[in-house]
């Protein structure tokens, strides 16, 4: 079975930091593409940030220059450092691998 835990999330005050995890069971994720989505309230699942099997990244406008995605794969894990935050970045986050999407964790950023 395929599962995709993620953790970090939080509350913390404009300007803070996060680092999200992502956690693969029931296969390995090195030959795949892995993406953040995130979901506001009352918004659509947005992409945030993707990183290719061959390395290359890729981020929304939106979070260019703060956020950072990698992987470990030794580990079977994906991360999401999130740098001076803004409340506009409160969401639900989403790890994607191959179509199977995690259950999500709460990003909540206050003024």
């Known amino acids: 079975e395929v599962q995709l835990v993620e953790s970090g999330g939080g509350s913390v005050q404009a300007g803070g930091s996060l680092r999200l995890s992502c956690t693969a069971s029931?296969?390995?994720?090195?030959?795949?593409?892995m993406g953040w989505y995130r979901q506001a309230p009352g918004n659509e699942c947005d992409l945030v940030s993707v990183?290719?099997?061959?390395?290359?990244?890729y981020y929304s406008d939106s979070v260019k220059g703060r956020f950072t995605i990698s992987q470990d794969n030794a580990k079977n894990t994906a991360y999401l450092q999130m740098n001076s935050l803004k409340t506009e970045d409160t969401a639900v986050y989403y790890c994607v691998i191959c179509g199977y999407w995690g259950q999500g964790t709460q990003v909540t950023v206050s003024p």
């Open positions: 990183i290719s099997s061959d390395g290359s990244t």
């Open positions: 029931g296969f390995t994720f090195d030959d795949s593409d």
